[in-house]
Each structure stands twice: as C-alpha cells, then as structure tokens.
C-alpha cells in the first residue's frame, strides 16, 4: 500500500502563536513530499516541495518564512506556520511521491487549521 | 501556467445512473490521475493513468487517457450514494516537473 498520515487532524490556535503540522509516509520512503493549502469549495494549490535532506521550493507567493518546511527523513515532512494569524486558517494536505515505481502522489487526510 | 479544465463543475444524478466526468487541456501531460476528496478529507486516488490510449478501471469506475495526452475522462457505473463527493483530476505535465496540476474538481450529488 502507499499510505500518507498527518497530525494533528485538526487544531486551534491564537493569532501570533506557530504550528507544527506533521506529514508521514507510513509504508513507503518519500524523499520528495508536497504540501497544498486549500479552501473551501475550491482546489488544492500547490505551496511548496519538500525534498529531503535540502531546501524547500516554495511556489511564487508563499512566504518560506512565514511556512517553514523541514523534511528531515525519508518519512517524516513538517510544515510550521509561524506567527499565525486568522487569515492562515485554511485545510492544509500533504501529498508524499511514491517512488517504487510510478512516482504517485498519495495524499494524508488533512489538517483543519483554525487561527483565532 | 498550465491549466487543466474539468467538467462538469457539479452534477446531480440518481442512484444506479451512470456517469462521466472528463478534464481536457492545451498541454501535454505525461500522467492523469483520478482523485476522490470527501468533506473534511484528503484526496483519495482512484485511478493513474500513464500511456496514452490507456484505459483503466478500478470496480466501477473507468479512466481512459486519452490519445493526444490532453485530455482524460472518467465514468462511474451503477451510481450509489457513497460515490458523493467531489472528483479532482490530475495531470504531470510533460517536460518532467514533479508537480501536479489539478482540475477544479466535479461535485457529484447522487440521490436515493
């Protein structure tokens, strides 16, 4: 199987703290992991690429340090939004590339970020 | 940037109706994917989609890539009400880039 966790599942948190979200492959070695943002009613929009053990690549107009990505090991990615504020409240998914074979994407289940 | 167009934006249908979904774009992608996002949920892939003229199914549901590489649909026989939810498409563009690019997704309302 391919199959993509993350944690917290759900969390809230005051304006000016940060958060750590954290995405794992849990059957599978990914060295390269996605992380997408995205609300209501609409698609998913690509925020950065994590690649393990170098910098991520963030997508034009994602602050890199206001979303800092680390992706220490071949199956664990984090994504910290610091300094949060409402406007970071969102449903952020994480994607990890299956490289066994085909190079899929499977998808974790979510984080529902609310910023109060 | 490419762009992939997914239609229809919603549908709204009756049990055991079948139905069809397709993605079509101005560029060439080397893969298609199929995902399904229930509320709350992240992506769940249903179908990849690698040669072109490909077709695949996975229970009752069908994916063809399509022959020219820009575009690809998807059909679900015998709809049932767990098939609710919102259909995304994907595509890896040709040219090697490891990024996705997504339709805006096919809302399905299937009624009892």
């Known amino acids: 199987g391919a199959v993509v966790s993350q944690h917290p599942s759900r969390v809230i948190c005051k304006s000016g703290t940060s958060v750590k979200i954290e995405c794992r492959s849990l059957?599978?070695?990914?060295?390269?992991m996605f992380w997408y943002r995205q609300f209501p009613k609409q698609s998913l929009m690509l925020m950065a690429t994590?690649?393990?053990?170098?910098?991520?690549?963030?997508e034009q107009g994602v602050e890199k340090d206001k979303f800092l990505i680390n992706h220490a090991s071949l199956t664990l990615s984090t994504l910290t939004v610091t300094s949060a504020h409402p406007e970071d409240s969102s449903f952020y998914i994480c994607?990890?590339?299956?490289?066994?074979?085909?190079?899929?994407?499977?998808f974790g289940p979510g984080t529902r970020l609310t910023v109060l | 940037g490419q762009q992939l167009n997914q239609s229809p934006q919603s549908m709204f249908i009756q049990e055991g109706e079948d139905v069809s979904m397709n993605c079509t774009s101005s560029?060439?992608?080397?893969?298609w994917l199929w995902y399904k996002q229930d509320p709350g949920e992240g992506p769940v892939l249903l179908i990849a989609?690698?040669?072109?003229?490909e077709l695949t199914s996975n229970g009752r549901l069908t994916a063809q890539f399509g022959i020219t590489r820009k575009d690809s649909f998807l059909n679900i026989s015998a709809s049932i009400p767990s098939d609710v939810g919102i259909y995304f498409c994907?595509?890896?563009?040709?040219?090697?880039?490891?990024?996705?690019?997504f339709g805006k997704g096919t809302k399905l309302t299937v009624n009892p």
């Open positions: 994607s990890a590339r299956d490289e066994r074979g085909t190079d899929t994407q499977y």
């Open positions: 059957d599978f070695q990914a060295t390269t």
């Open positions: 994590s690649n393990e053990g170098s910098k991520a690549t963030y």
């Open positions: 989609l690698y040669k072109a003229g």
């Open positions: 560029s060439i992608f080397n893969t």
């Open positions: 994907a595509g890896q563009p040709r040219g090697g880039s490891e990024k996705l690019v």
